[in-house]
């Protein structure tokens, strides 16, 4: 077919196989594709593995609106290898490892060259089903159908088209698994606690949803020397897990009684938690998440995806007393420069990313990824290529 | 009468003086003689040289309902003279200048000892009828009945008695007229800009509400070097105001047409300021500067006090995927004690100018004429002079 180097389908379409969702919240069928060769500013990208995100499932599950776009190639957390280039593509070419990112970075706009945030100005206007510049899609079913795109990435495919502005070229030396998770959610927790918060030395945190993003924030907050990590599930499996990554104390939110969890939290840290991190995506717990900050101080970060787009209630009283509400995606990090530093740090041995991938699949089953994330015991399904 | 005595002659006895009394909701003040008691321990009693009123005095003139109380001595924004000490008392002594402040410094508890929090949680701010440490009022009227205290300084009183904690001293040399607004309005400001948000030079920063509160932000902003001070009101008059105070444009927003105010700044500002100070106390308010900001890194800083209980409205998806910050203060983040000393340097220093939010001037017995004008919208400070 082809070899490391010199990938003989550069310039024409390739036929693969990918994981095509037709109808929401049913299993992808595993599908012959035609994958168009890229345009300019674009990379072919194949796929060596990917992870299934909440965030996946989320938009997996939305079955009317305008963001119940069928049929659909999901997927957005990923590593590959590049096998063609568009023009003008120059930091990136045939052969070299990739992680492809649903956050953009073009470098060039003034966001994008701000030490402050992480917006990309030019490319960070809307996520659509296609591909960022020219709108159109590079998947096409074998009737000929064009195939929608996902977060610009749609990694459930073993090649996929992406923008040079959400591509970032890693080193070989890091191993793939653990590469696919920097593509999404293992850097957001760490972005989040690192560089949105800022996390001191001494610090209590709490952290809503341990899933990947919530475990990331703990292992980040860990890193700094946090002194609490206190973690809020319903599942008491996740407080074993959870130590791993240095959650202190854990909270199940239906064994409090007749106590809101922000009072045990308060109660915990002796007045409330300098950082607080709401890794679900509900707005309700983004509230709770809110009150149980401290005053002067208090900083509640925003990192889940609220999917019923209700808004967040917030007292302005307690605004008043110095707390601070801020959100981010993917961390605060800027992917190009932040994924290869944390891809370092873990060829460095100083940081931890082992813990975090619990199962591993073939690419033909990927729907039991679906079904381990959603039962809740898995933290990252690793889904192979072959 | 207290007037011309030394203060060791009325040490450690009742004083029998003037205050003007909040005694029903709405209803103009009474100057009446009233008996303010020494103070306890860690108290100290003060006679107050001058004060100015604040639109927070009027928020609890007219409230009706608790925390309101009555009857009650309003007034936070003063300076004065310390008359007596009660037990305890080192940092101050009789004849010292002082500024009373609403917001208490201990100096002890974790709030007090972090850089990062100026609300201290051993005197916590309250609406409190009483002095912070004892449940207990210093005011009596001549019938004997209490009167109430009002943040912890109840300013509109020839003599009052403050906790050492809301006591600063300061330098005497400073005009009595321009020391007291460092009680409440221009170190708000100047401390939300310089503290609170930290804006940098070059910065875009728009400013909702041009009270003294707003124009405060605009002087701070401009100590920091921000390039455009936006400011906002309902009020077309306050723009030529407000030049004086470093606003260098203004918007009117009953006049934006058929766009939001948050369009509307975000024209102007190619996307959205750096810095969003809402200085009135509407949650709907807080929501268009939050919407005004710029995505990145944009901070929005409330400042104005709501109806106890008022919610802000955000969209939950526009927090995650903003960048945008939202962040509140009291007092401007501003520690009494440690804070406002520097405060007033730079004003001795000259680099902070406060003389432009002095309007108005009347004696005591004309103080009513100062909540006229304040409710009017017809000045900035009107300073409340008491018989020297």
Redesign the interface.
């Known amino acids: 077919m082809e070899n490391q180097r010199g990938f003989k389908t550069a310039g024409k379409s390739i036929r693969c196989k990918a994981a095509v969702c037709r109808n929401p919240g049913k299993p992808l069928l595993i599908e012959e594709i035609e994958v168009e060769p890229p345009h300019a500013w674009e990379i072919r990208i194949k796929i060596l593995c990917t992870s299934l995100c909440h965030s996946d499932i989320t938009f997996w599950e939305i079955s009317t609106g305008p963001y119940a776009v069928f049929p659909r190639i999901f997927g957005h957390e990923a590593v590959g290898v590049v096998e063609s280039v568009g023009e003008h593509v120059e930091e990136v070419e045939e052969g070299d490892m990739v992680v492809p990112v649903f956050h953009p970075n073009c470098r060039e706009c003034r966001?994008c060259k701000?030490q402050?945030?992480?917006?990309c100005?030019i490319f960070?206007k809307q996520v659509t089903t296609k591909m960022p510049r020219d709108a159109t899609s590079r998947f096409k079913g074998m009737d000929g159908e064009d195939l929608h795109h996902f977060f610009h990435v749609s990694s459930f495919s073993e090649y996929t088209v992406v923008d040079v502005v959400n591509v970032v070229k890693i080193s070989p030396d890091i191993p793939v698994d653990k590469a696919c998770l920097l593509s999404c959610g293992v850097s957001t927790g760490i972005g989040a606690a690192w560089k949105v918060a800022d996390i001191e030395e001494g610090s209590t945190v709490a952290i809503f949803g341990l899933g990947a993003v919530g475990l990331a924030v703990a292992e980040g907050a860990r890193l700094r020397g946090a002194s609490k990590i206190i973690g809020v599930d319903l599942n008491e499996e996740k407080f074993e897990i959870g130590k791993k990554f240095g959650v202190t104390d854990f909270i199940n939110p239906t064994g409090c009684g007749e106590k809101k969890v922000s009072e045990v939290i308060k109660e915990i840290t002796d007045?409330g938690a300098d950082y607080c991190f709401e890794c679900i995506g509900l707005?309700s717990l983004?509230e709770d998440a809110f009150h149980c900050t401290r005053?002067?101080?208090g900083k509640t970060v925003?990192?889940?995806?609220?999917k019923h787009?209700?808004?967040?209630?917030?007292?302005?009283?307690f605004?008043?007393?110095?707390?601070?509400?801020?959100?981010?995606?993917f961390g605060?990090l800027k992917p190009k420069s932040d994924i290869p530093m944390l891809a370092q740090k873990y060829i460095n041995k100083e940081l931890n990313l082992d813990g975090f991938i619990t199962h591993q699949v073939s690419f033909q089953d990927i729907n039991k990824a679906f079904d381990l994330l959603l039962q809740g015991t898995c933290i990252r399904c690793i889904i192979w290529m072959d | 009468m207290a007037d011309g005595k030394s203060s060791s002659e009325t040490a450690g006895k009742p004083i029998r003086c003037k205050a003007a009394i909040c005694r029903e909701a709405g209803e103009p003040l009474v100057i009446e003689e009233i008996m303010v008691a020494p103070p306890s321990p860690y108290e100290v009693r003060i006679r107050i040289i001058c004060t100015s009123l604040c639109y927070s005095d009027i928020t609890f003139w007219k409230l009706k309902v608790p925390p309101a109380c009555f009857p009650r001595i309003l007034g936070h924004e003063a300076v004065g003279v310390v008359e007596s000490v009660g037990e305890n008392v080192n940092e101050v002594a009789a004849g010292d200048v002082v500024i009373p402040v609403f917001l208490s410094e201990c100096g002890e508890c974790d709030d007090c000892c972090s850089k990062q929090s100026n609300l201290c949680s051993k005197f916590p701010f309250k609406l409190h009828p009483w002095m912070p440490r004892y449940e207990s009022s210093r005011f009596t009227d001549l019938k004997g009945q209490t009167l109430y205290h009002f943040l912890f300084v109840s300013s509109f009183s020839e003599y009052t008695v403050v906790d050492v904690c809301h006591v600063v001293k300061i330098d005497p040399s400073i005009p009595p007229n321009r020391a007291c607004l460092f009680g409440c309005c221009v170190a708000t400001g100047v401390g939300a800009a310089c503290k609170t948000a930290k804006v940098e030079a070059g910065s875009t920063v728009v400013i909702f509400g041009l009270g003294s509160i707003g124009l405060a932000v605009a002087k701070g902003a401009k100590l920091c070097g921000a390039n455009r001070i936006i400011g906002v009101d309902v009020n077309p008059d306050k723009f030529e105001i407000a030049k004086k105070f470093g606003v260098t444009e203004f918007i009117n927003s009953k006049e934006c047409g058929d766009k939001s105010l948050s369009q509307v700044v975000k024209e102007m500002t190619g996307g959205g300021a750096d810095y969003c100070f809402e200085c009135v106390g509407i949650a709907s308010l807080v929501q268009e500067a939050f919407a005004s900001c710029r995505k990145g890194w944009g901070k929005t800083v409330v400042l104005g006090v709501d109806k106890p209980g008022a919610q802000l409205n955000i969209s939950s998806a526009e927090v995650l995927g903003s960048g945008k910050i939202l962040t509140g203060s009291l007092y401007g983040g501003i520690k009494a004690k440690s804070d406002i000393p520097v405060l007033l340097k730079r004003y001795t220093d000259k680099e902070l100018v406060v003389d432009e939010f002095v309007t108005h001037e009347v004696k005591f017995e004309d103080i009513n004429k100062a909540f006229e004008l304040l409710v009017g919208g017809k000045c900035i400070r009107c300073v409340i002079w008491m018989d020297k």
């Open positions: 966001d701000s402050k945030g992480n917006e100005s960070g007045g707005s983004m005053q002067g101080w925003i990192l889940g995806v609220e787009a209700t808004p967040l209630a917030i007292d302005t009283y605004l008043l007393r110095g707390r601070t509400v801020a959100g981010s995606l605060g």
